[in-house]
């Protein structure tokens, strides 16, 4: 490997820790609470300890030398794998096998599409919006089904805008969409999405990701909220945050990725969004927040997913004096049909 390659790299991977470690220094820790889950800050340490050991060996040029046979691995691999030191031709058959799904899993990556339309979900009614800052943005959501046929749905968010987190964000929607077909649990989902995305050279920070699937039947909604903004769900006029079971991905090693499961009845709403609108400013400087998104739902509550995305979308125009947003914005809307209203 030649010193571009290198170069390249460290330049990289000294830009995550750097934007890890400024992102720790300035950001709140009520932020922090909800981008970490129920873990503590001191998690991030040892992240920040594989990307230093990596820095150090694209400066003394052995990232990448195979432990076994003091060769490279191959390009490719570090590419998606920064911390990758055995050549494949050393793995054991299980390990080779491993590795054989996640590059298949990658090649699949590469020719999934996205997303043209919301789909009609069994008893749900929904309504969605996007609108990047930009060009092109790091928001994304969609509308899919598990590997058992329940429906699912997911919102995302790249810390980040541009090209770059448009890139990355194609990438994570195509994983995603192959991912969910293999497994039943939203945190198995994450697990994996945390494996692909941890070590990748081109994350360069982390994504905030909530994905959920629904079972018609019992009307159970089993999710995983990764460090992305709590979810709103409203019902019998009492509203309720759903908040982080799981740190963002990217932003730590290995862990347990958790799930929680919540019970839903007719007419229950739940309102997802990026930090683009509740983090809108109007000219003082006054971020819009989330108690007017909450106050906007208690009081239209009856209006259908549309209607509501709409008046959300009417409310941040009027407190930013219709100025452009920072920041990509995204909101979904997911309310439970009545049955008996539906053949009324």
Known sequence: MDKKFFGRFRQ???????????????????????????????????????????????EDKTLGLCEVCND??????????????????????????????????SQKVQRALLPQQIPDLPGLELAAFTQPARIVGGDYFDFFHFKDGSPGLVIADVMGKGVAASLLMASLQASLRILVTEEEEPREVVK??????????????????????????????NYCNAGHNPPLLFGNQKSRWLQSTSPAIG???????????ITLVPGDILLLYTD????????????????????????????S??????????????????????????????KVKDPEKEFN
């Not at 932003?251 to 499961?261: D, G, K, P, T, Y």
């Not at 400013?281 to 989330?290: A, D, H, I, L, V």
């Open 192 to 221: 994996r999405l945390n494996y692909l995305f941890c070590h990748n050279i081109n994350l360069t920070k982390f994504v905030t990701l909530f994905l959920a699937r629904y079972e018609p039947d019992s009307k159970t909604l």
């Open 251 to 261: 932003l730590v090693e290995n862990f347990q990725f958790e799930s929680a499961v």
């Open 12 to 58: 990289s991977l000294v830009g995550q820790r750097e934007n890890i470690q400024e992102w720790l220094e300035t950001t709140t820790p009520e932020e922090k609470q909800v981008r970490l889950g129920p873990l503590p800050e001191t998690s991030i340490q040892k992240h920040l300890e594989v990307l230093d050991v990596a820095v150090a060996k694209a």
């Open 276 to 303: 683009g609108v509740t983090e809108a400013r109007n000219p003082g400087e006054e971020e819009f927040g989330t108690d007017r998104l909450a106050d906007i739902l208690t009081a239209n509550a009856r209006l």
């Open 72 to 105: 490279y691995v191959e390009m490719s691999r570090l590419e998606v794998d920064y911390t990758a030191s055995v050549c494949i031709d050393h793995y054991t058959e299980d390990q080779r096998r491993k590795l054989e799904n996640e590059l298949e899993l």
């Open 305 to 334: 997913p549309r209607e509501l995305v709409t008046s959300v979308r009417r409310s941040i125009q009027e407190f930013t004096n219709g100025e452009s947003l920072e920041d990509d914005t995204t909101i979904v809307v997911v």
